[in-house]
C-alpha cells in the first residue's frame, strides 16, 4: 500500500494524456514518458528509503524489510507502463493480455514456490512481485520496441501542458485507488486484523466480476471513444454501458446469491464469516464498471476536474460510512462500500445526462433491464436453496451447482423479457467474436 500510494501521488495523469494526446506526435509521447518515468523514480526511491518509519503508524513492525523490494517492483512496472498505454492507444490488446497474463502466473508460481520450499516468509511475495513486474514490462517492451522514445527538442511549454491535463487527474487517480485501499485501514482501526482478514478476503472474491471482466471490457472504451465524434460517442456510451450491465450484473448479484453455499462449499470453518461480507459486498461489482465506462467516456471530453471531484467524493463517504456504521458492527460498515460506489455511479451518470443531453429513459434502461432479470435470477437460486433445504438437502456440494444451474437457467429468460434488444445486440456481438476467433 505504502509503495502503491507512493507512485499514485507522482502519477498525474500521463498515461492518459499518451492515450488522449499521444497520438497527435511524437513530442508529445516523449515528453509525457519522460515526467511519467522522472516523477515516479523520485517519488518510490523516497518511499523505498523511508517507508520503516511508518512502522508505528501502522503497528508492522517488520515493515522496513519489504518496502524497498515492492517499491522496485512497482517501480519495474512502471518503466513498462508508457509502453503499456502505447498497446491500449493502438488497440493491440492481444499483446497486453498475454504479458499480462504471463506475469500473474509467475507470480503465482514464484510466490507459491519460495514460500512452500524456502524460509523467505513474507519475502517470498516481494520476490514474487519483482519477478511479475520484470516480465510483465519485458513483454511490453518487446510488443512495443522502444521506437516510441524518439527523442524531441525539450519544451517547458509541453510540459506545462501536461501538468494541467493530468494535474486534475493525478488528485482522481490518488482518490480512485484510495477508494480501493484505503477502506482496509479504517476497517483494521475499528473491527482488529481478524475482521479486516474476512473482509479483504469477501472484497477480493466480490470484485472478481469487476477486475476481471468490466476491467477489460471498459480499458477498450478509451481510445474508441477518443477516435469518435462527440456526437458519435453518446450511443456509444448507451450501448456499452447496457452491454456491460447485462454481462456484469448477473456475474456479481449471482456471486452474492449463492456466497453461503460458496463459501461453506471452498473455505474452512474459520472463514466462513466471509460469507455475509461477500453478500454486502458484491454491489461492488455492480457499480465499479459502470463508473469506468462513464470515466472512460468524460476523459475523451477532458472533464478531468470533474472526475477528479467526484473522485474526492467517494472517499469520502466510503470512509465516513465506514466509520459511521462501526457502531451496527463490521458488515453494516461493509455496506459503505456499495453505498460509496452506488452513488458515486449515479451521480456519474445524472452529469453525462444533464451535460450531454444523453437520454435519461436509455441510460436508466440499460441499467434497470438487466437488474431486474438479475432479480429473477436471485429469486430462482434463493428458491433452490430453501427448497433443497425443505426436503433435507444442506450439502455445498451440491447446492452450489445446482444453484448455479439454477441461475442461469432463470436469467437468460429473464433477460430476453426485460431487455431483449440488449441481449439480442449482445448475442450478435458474441456470434461476431467467435467466427473471427
Same mark, same amino acid.
Given at each position: ?16 494524456? $499518451?492515450?488522449?494526446? @499521444? +497520438?497527435? #506526435?511524437? *513530442?508529445?509521447?516523449? /515528453?509525457? =514518458? ?6 515516479? !523514480? ?120 501536461? $501538468?494541467?491535463?493530468? @494535474? +486534475?487527474? #493525478?488528485? *482522481?487517480?490518488?482518490? /480512485?485507488? =484510495? ?6 485501514? !479504517? ?135 465506514? =466509520? ?6 463490521? !458488515? ?106
Amino acid at each position: 500500500m505504502l509503495a502503491q500510494t507512493a507512485n499514485w501521488l507522482s502519477h498525474w495523469g500521463f498515461n492518459q494524456y $499518451l492515450v488522449v494526446r @499521444g +497520438p497527435d #506526435g511524437p *513530442e508529445q509521447t516523449y /515528453h509525457a =514518458a519522460m515526467l511519467h518515468v522522472g516523477f515516479g !523514480v523520485v517519488g518510490l526511491a523516497t518511499i523505498a528509503l523511508t517507508g520503516g518509519l511508518f512502522s508505528s503508524v501502522f503497528n508492522a513492525p517488520h515493515l522496513a524489510r519489504y518496502v524497498p523490494g515492492l517499491a522496485l517492483a512497482v517501480l519495474i512496472r512502471r518503466l513498462g507502463a508508457v509502453a503499456d498505454k502505447i498497446l491500449v492507444r493502438e488497440m493491440r490488446f492481444r499483446e497486453l493480455a498475454v504479458a499480462n497474463g504471463l506475469g500473474e502466473l509467475a507470480f503465482t508460481l514464484c510466490a507459491v514456490t519460495l514460500a512452500a520450499t524456502t524460509t523467505l516468509g513474507g519475502l517470498s511475495i516481494v520476490i514474487a512481485n519483482v519477478v511479475q513486474a520484470t516480465l510483465t514490462t519485458a513483454l511490453i517492451l518487446r510488443a512495443t520496441g522502444l521506437g516510441w522514445l524518439q527523442r524531441s527538442p525539450w519544451r517547458w511549454q509541453r510540459v506545462r501542458e501536461i $501538468l494541467r491535463f493530468g @494535474g +486534475p487527474l #493525478g488528485v *482522481e487517480s490518488l482518490f /480512485h485507488n =484510495a477508494s480501493r485501499y484505503w477502506d482496509n485501514l !479504517v476497517f483494521a482501526a475499528y473491527f482488529g486484523t481478524g475482521t479486516l482478514a474476512l473482509y479483504n478476503f469477501a472484497y477480493q472474491l466480490a470484485d472478481i466480476p469487476a477486475a476481471q471482466v468490466g476491467e477489460h471490457l471498459s480499458s477498450v472504451l478509451l481510445p474508441t471513444m477518443n477516435s469518435l465524434s462527440p456526437e458519435e460517442r453518446k450511443p456509444v456510451l448507451v450501448r456499452s454501458t447496457s452491454l456491460l450491465a447485462l454481462l456484469i450484473f448477473p456475474l456479481a448479484i449471482g456471486l452474492g446469491a449463492i456466497a453461503h453455499s460458496l463459501i461453506a462449499l471452498v473455505l474452512r470453518d474459520e472463514w466462513q464469516g466471509v460469507a455475509p461480507f461477500l453478500v454486502v459486498l458484491s454491489a461492488l461489482s455492480v457499480f465499479r464498471p459502470v463508473t469506468w465506462v462513464i470515466s472512460s467516456y468524460m476523459q475523451t471530453f477532458e472533464r478531468n476536474r470533474a472526475l477528479m471531484l467526484l473522485e474526492i467524493l467517494k472517499v469520502a463517504l466510503l470512509l465516513g460510512c465506514i =466509520a459511521g456504521f462501526s457502531v451496527l458492527g463490521p !458488515v453494516w460498515s461493509a455496506a459503505a462500500v456499495g453505498i460509496a460506489f452506488g452513488t458515486h455511479a449515479l451521480v456519474m451518470i445524472g452529469l453525462v445526462v444533464r451535460l450531454d443531453g444523453i437520454p435519461l429513459v436509455k441510460s436508466a434502461g440499460g441499467f434497470l433491464r438487466p437488474l431486474m432479470a438479475c432479480g429473477v435470477m436471485t429469486a430462482a437460486v434463493l428458491g433452490t436453496r430453501w427448497g433443497l433445504a425443505a426436503v433435507g438437502v444442506t450439502q455445498p456440494g451440491v447446492l452450489v451447482p445446482l444453484e448455479i444451474v439454477a441461475g442461469g437457467l432463470s436469467y437468460v429468460p429473464a433477460a430476453f423479457v426485460f431487455a431483449p434488444a440488449t441481449t439480442r445486440d449482445f448475442l450478435q456481438l458474441l456470434r461476431r467474436a467467435v467466427r473471427r476467433a
